[in-house]
């Protein structure tokens, strides 16, 4: 059997036309079924996202990248074209990085198998490369306005595009950091006290963000933001 994840997409602007995830899963899910040798392995949603917006910083699309990582699926099917992106160059950096994990793209738009594979080729190696040219330019403009490039940490949330404290987790990040000092404090203990999961409170521990304030992007500090914990504070308070 083929195996076909379903994606859909819609903006904020298309939903108000009732053009919606549904809709589009609806057109797709009898095609797909009827055709005898395919079944549905995965439908991925990507509501209120525009058709600019890079692949792994939509809310679910990452999951796709992912499967065909993993070599999980076999085609993904969309209603439109467009569904996929609507800027050029980040259309084509997604059909080459599936195209090279074996994945076929079957659009209801795509007059003919001809069709699609020239729109492949037109958008193959060299649109890739202007995307990754283009990415490059917008992770530089974020950084230099200390923007952020993924996800905050626990204890830290984004506000106009920028990373801030979170004041609803303050209190429990300082006290962990005073836990971390008690030699009898293992992770599960801290998870049963606090009622949060050990690999959080692993990660809480390993990121010195909480006490440098440094944001890190592949390896390499691109700015600082307000620390949660002030090393000396917790110190003082093991003494006390």
Known sequence: MIRVVVYARVSTKEQEKEDTVETQIDKLTPLILQSGDREIVRIVKDEDVSGDTEPEQRKHFPVVLDMAEKGDFDELWLASRDRLARDVDIAGYIRTVLRR???????????????????????????????????????????????????????????????????????????????????????????????????????????????????????????????????????????T
Do not use: C
């Open 101 to 239: 994990h074996g994945v076929k793209i079957v659009a209801l738009d795509d007059s003919d198998e001809k069709t699609f594979d020239r729109f492949k080729d037109v958008l193959g190696e060299m649109e890739l490369e202007k995307y990754r040219a283009k990415r490059l330019d917008g992770i530089n403009r974020a950084i230099k306005e200390h923007r952020i490039l993924q996800r905050p940490p626990f204890g830290y949330m984004v506000q106009e595009k920028k990373m801030v404290v979170d004041e609803r987790h303050r209190g429990i990040i300082v006290a962990l950091y005073r836990d971390f000092k008690l030699p009898a404090m293992s992770l599960r203990k801290l998870s049963q006290k606090y009622n949060l999961p050990p690999s959080l409170i692993q990660r809480i521990r390993s990121n010195t963000i909480y006490i440098t304030g440094e944001v890190r992007w592949q390896g390499r500090v691109i700015y600082h933001v307000e620390p949660i914990v002030k090393e000396e504070e917790v110190v003082k308070s093991q003494k």
